[in-house]
């Protein structure tokens, strides 16, 4: 799977080197382009936002910059509209004053969690440069002509997710559906969040998903970015040394829909004097998935009652229904 990420803070993406993510990037289950959306800027500041519509608090992001910045990572089209230059400048007081003093990122070198460098225009090397009127066909590669493809040949255009607490919220059963697309890209909001036209225009090319990842408001797009990329990444076929783990996993669609998992033990069978439930020692598996059920069951009508409430009675047998 391809996963692109647009943020002004690439380096917030470092813990994708690490662990069964990381694992993943580095077998190639994983392939992870984290691109610093101020490359396809405008001006010499570099600046991704601009004063509300309509008046009011904070700041929204310009939605030239982010048309350039997809057009590029899909392939689709690139016109740059002025000078873009190749240095990045930081912490300019326009900057702060503008994103409401959020640090400006630097690229990092090409290591892995690395930022990929803004695209090369077909024939020439020379970095964030593309031919005014330059249009790729979709499904392109930015900077390299070579056409992104599923193992089918076909080329494909990314499903774009773009983090806001005002979206659908973001549940197993939709990591699940994200998990078997072929290619992602995530677009990262600051501040008041992303110009709307941008959601717009790529709904007419690309499937867009507006995903919050809970009932709160975070600074950035980031966090829940990487939220959902560990939520869709383990899922992938290898990822997790035992595919079992994901199937016995709270919310896992099956046995566990609408479910939290109950506790869980290891050895040694007494610590500090508390035991393990005997069932789990008894070798009797029957026994051990039937209290497993149970404590699952119980757990979600004390934790989660909405998730109890919704469980389908078609599904619950005699004795869940006397929990
Ligand atoms: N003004 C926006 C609102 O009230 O809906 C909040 C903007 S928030 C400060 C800035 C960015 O953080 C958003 O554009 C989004 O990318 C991200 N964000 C914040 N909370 C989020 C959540 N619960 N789920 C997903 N993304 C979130």
Redesign the pocket.
Known sequence: MRLDIISIFPEYFAPLDVSLIGKARERGTLDVRVHQLRDWAYDVHRTVDDTPYGGGP?MVMKPEVWGEAIDAVIGASAVPGGARGGGHVQGSDEDEGRDGGEARATPQASAPGSVVPPPVAPGTDAPGTVEPGTVEPAGVEPGTGASATVASGTPVLPRMI??????RPFSQELAQELAQEPWLLFA???????DSRVMEEYSGRLRVDE???????????EV?VLVMVEAIGRLLPGVLGNAQSVVDDSFAPGSMENLVEGPVYTKPPVWRGREVPAVLLSGHHGNVARWRRDEAIRRTVRNRPELAAALDPAKLDKHDRKL
């Open positions: 904070g773009v983090p806001t607490p005002s979206g990262c909001g600051r501040y008041e969040g992303i995903v919050s990842i809970g009932d709160y408001v975070l600074a950035g797009g829940a």
